[in-house]
Nanobody, 120 residues
Framework: QVQLVESGGGLVQTGDSLRLSCAAS????????MGWFRQAPGKERTFVGR????????YYADSLKGRFTISRDNAKNTIYLQMNSLKPEDTASYYC?????????????WGQGTQVTVSS
């Protein structure tokens, strides 16, 4: 089992920056990759980015490249989502997820989410 706890959400203004955290605990050695997703009210959950645990390779949704960055603190088993130049359309609940089973598609563990609201 892997437990994920997100934090760092809040209310910001257009153009501000915000950094979200996702702390992993439990069987962290089983993690292959971690991802960030977001879900705006009334919309489907969408992919934000992904970090491969072993080599910290990252990739992002095309629309977010250059504004969002994922990083990892090995000692804390925590990944971060740095969000810059925030826009009202970035308003959403943000979730981190852990991929531990390469034999199956998708992510097996999810955090509870943290709300980000960007005012215009």
């Amino acid at each position: 089992q892997v437990q994920l706890v997100e934090s760092g959400g809040g209310l910001v203004q257009t153009g501000d920056s915000l950094r979200l955290s996702c702390a992993a605990s439990g069987l962290t050695n089983s993690i292959y990759a971690m991802g960030w997703f977001r879900q705006a009210p009334g919309k489907e959950r969408t992919f934000v980015g992904r970090l491969v645990w072993r080599d910290q390779y990252t990739y992002y949704a095309d629309s977010l490249k250059g504004r969002f960055t994922i990083s990892r603190d090995n000692a804390k088993n925590t990944i971060y989502l740095q969000m810059n130049s925030l826009k009202p359309e970035d308003t959403a609940s943000y979730y981190c997820a852990a991929d531990v089973d390469l034999a199956t598609a998708g992510y097996e563990y999810w955090g509870q989410g943290t709300q980000v609201t960007v005012s215009s």
